[in-house]
């Protein structure tokens, strides 16, 4: 380029940067008038959240209060009273009663996120009638913490005692670390998202990932306040590892052709809970598991920023259509 083409382009490149600023800095702006609209309107949902403790009073009806639980609570004593005195006199479920009173004697803070998580569910949702909500024990049956129906959500406050609980002493550490009224709220929004995103059809590990990444890119809209290893369910290592992995994980699938592979150990291996995820690789004690989602949730992610698409469209488009309109490219 001679010297005055040089000048001239100079020139030019001096009047039009500018432009691209204030170009950069009205979209900032547009999305940031955007976020405030949504989020004022969320907050204007009017919300009556109805919460019963009836692990509370369970825990302090006795024998002669029986009658007016089973009345008020029809669905909760399908079993003879026999049964239920049995409960109440029970030694181990007295100790169990007392250790959750003692970790939740309020309510409110789980109350509060509660009502957050509804009144975004509404918004997003508006058909989805709200459950009344009832904390209950279930003998620390983890996989069964949380329970949603049509109209009723039933939470079991023995599963959120704390990683460190001295029920939890004979768990698997992932597991552990998972039971901690933290994820309390979380896990009520991953029981609303297995409602609403339709399980693939397809068997390969692509959709199975986009599956995950449905449920978890849900959970940022529900849970906008909420960090990100909370909605996964990691804990700040698992969560710092992923994001400094993110490139060679993909680099790992790409080069062995698994997005396309239906061999269900790859569920095993990336998608299902685990202590780690199995690359095969040294590394692997190091990394947390269900590293399958955390890329499926990236990449669900990467498809809403270039395309506009609204909630509900995502949730039933195809897997393949989503990955291929994404452009995503890992973080290096």
């Not at 490139?247 to 990336?270: A, C, G, H, S, V």
Request: charged share 30%; hydrophobic share 40%.
């Amino acid at each position: 380029m001679n010297t005055v083409n040089n000048k001239m382009y100079c020139k030019i490149l001096a009047k039009v940067k500018p432009i691209f600023i204030l170009l950069s800095v009205f979209f900032i702006l547009s999305s940031c008038n955007d976020s405030d609209k949504v989020a004022e309107e969320i907050a204007a949902i009017p919300m009556d959240l109805k919460i019963s403790r009836f692990d509370r009073e369970f825990a302090t009806s006795g024998e002669e209060g029986l009658p007016a639980l089973r009345k008020m609570y029809p669905y909760l004593f399908p079993a003879p009273d026999s049964v239920w005195i049995a409960k109440m006199e029970d030694s181990l479920q007295i100790e169990l009663f007392q250790e959750v009173g003692n970790s939740f004697r309020s309510f409110e803070d789980e109350e509060e996120g509660l009502v957050q998580l509804f009144k975004h569910i509404k918004y997003y949702f508006p058909e989805y009638a709200v459950p009344k909500v009832i904390t209950v024990t279930n003998d620390v049956d983890y996989n069964n913490r949380i329970i949603m129906t049509d109209s009723l959500l039933f939470i079991s406050l023995d599963n959120y005692l704390g990683s460190e609980h001295k029920y939890y002493g004979g768990f698997q550490r992932y597991i552990a670390e998972s039971l901690d009224r933290n994820y309390l709220v979380s896990d009520v929004a991953s029981s609303f998202a297995k409602q609403v995103v339709p399980r693939p059809r397809d068997r390969t590990f692509l959709a199975r990932m986009i599956y995950f990444g449905k449920e978890l890119y849900l959970k940022d809209k529900l849970m906008p306040q909420a960090e990100d290893r909370k909605k996964i369910g990691y804990s700040q290592e698992d969560i710092d590892w992923a994001i400094a992995n993110e490139e060679p994980m993909w680099r790992n699938f790409i080069e062995n052709e698994y997005l396309y592979d239906t061999d269900n150990k790859l569920n095993q291996r990336f998608l299902d809970p685990a202590p780690f995820s199995k690359f095969g690789l040294e590394l692997d004690n190091e990394s947390p598991g269900r590293l399958g989602r955390y890329i499926g949730w990236q990449i669900v992610r990467a498809f809403m920023e270039n395309n506009d698409v609204s909630m509900k469209q995502l949730m039933t488009m195809p897997a393949d259509d989503i990955f291929k309109k994404s452009n995503y490219k890992p973080r290096i």
